[in-house]
């Protein structure tokens, strides 16, 4: 969270400390998004250079030289999505349901995933525009996390831990009532406990927390689509009233 703070030097550590967890992983470059929604877009464009830095500068020095080293990074990328999109490893998000769903129906899988991901990517693209008028730190946070739980094709299961941080954000604001639920959602989705059906072999556990997180996903994306509903009307009404004013 050092990229609200006030003092210059933890700011600039928090968008090295990002820059270096996108380059090692790839997912966590999504928070980036946070300095677009505080429209600090000259940090934005900073920490994305310090990203393409550290994430592409060590080809250089690596046997091989830059331009092999990316063509190995490119062809690694293309493995990961096409090889492991339909294997049942525990994963998270669309491509646990395909994956687990449709196992062993290789041409349905294809089919659904052709029908399935363009709606997943466009639904997600919206919440990430939607996120704009969210004014709840950890709500933000968390959408962002949710889109990087329900998209990747082969997201693993440990990729739950991203939400950690997000908990600790939900325990530092205030809470309505109804937010408790989030409380059981983030419960469910960390849950250790692994029930298997026998004889389908079906992981109950995994199940559940691939549940909880599309449930996780629409409350926040209702959530963001609210606020965004109430800003648009607000701004109309002040308009409103401005005109009337100055007549």
Not at 120 to 131: F, G, K, Q
Request: hydrophobic fraction near 50%; charged fraction near 15%.
């Amino acid at each position: 969270a050092t990229y609200t703070s006030e003092n210059p030097v933890l700011r600039e550590l928090g968008y090295i400390a990002l820059a270096l967890a996108a380059a090692l992983k790839g997912y966590p470059a999504i928070l980036g998004l946070l300095l677009i929604y505080r429209r600090e877009y000259k940090e934005a464009i900073r920490l994305l250079i310090y990203g393409v830095g550290f994430a592409f500068i060590p080809f250089k020095f690596l046997p091989g030289g830059f331009h092999e080293n990316l063509n190995i990074f490119r062809a690694n990328v293309k493995l990961n999505s096409e090889a492991y999109s339909f294997v049942r490893n525990p994963k998270l998000g669309l491509y646990y349901f395909l994956s687990y769903g449709l196992f062993g129906l290789s041409e349905l899988q294809k089919s659904m995933e052709a029908t399935l991901k363009p709606i997943v990517y466009i639904t997600c693209i919206i919440s990430l525009l939607l996120n704009i008028f969210q004014d709840s730190i950890w709500k933000k946070v968390a959408l962002l996390i949710c889109v990087v739980l329900l998209v990747p094709t082969n997201c693993g299961l440990y990729c739950a831990l991203y939400l950690f941080p997000v908990i600790v954000l939900f325990f530092n604001e205030e809470k309505k009532w109804y937010e408790l639920i989030y409380v059981v959602l983030f419960a469910l989705i960390l849950n250790p406990l692994q029930i298997i059906l026998r004889p389908s072999n079906q992981n109950i556990g995994l199940l559940m927390i691939n549940l909880s997180i599309v449930a996780l996903f629409l409350m926040l994306f209702a959530e963001a689509a609210y606020k965004t509903v109430h800003f648009i009307h607000e701004w109309i009404v002040t308009k409103k009233q401005k005109i009337v004013s100055e007549s």
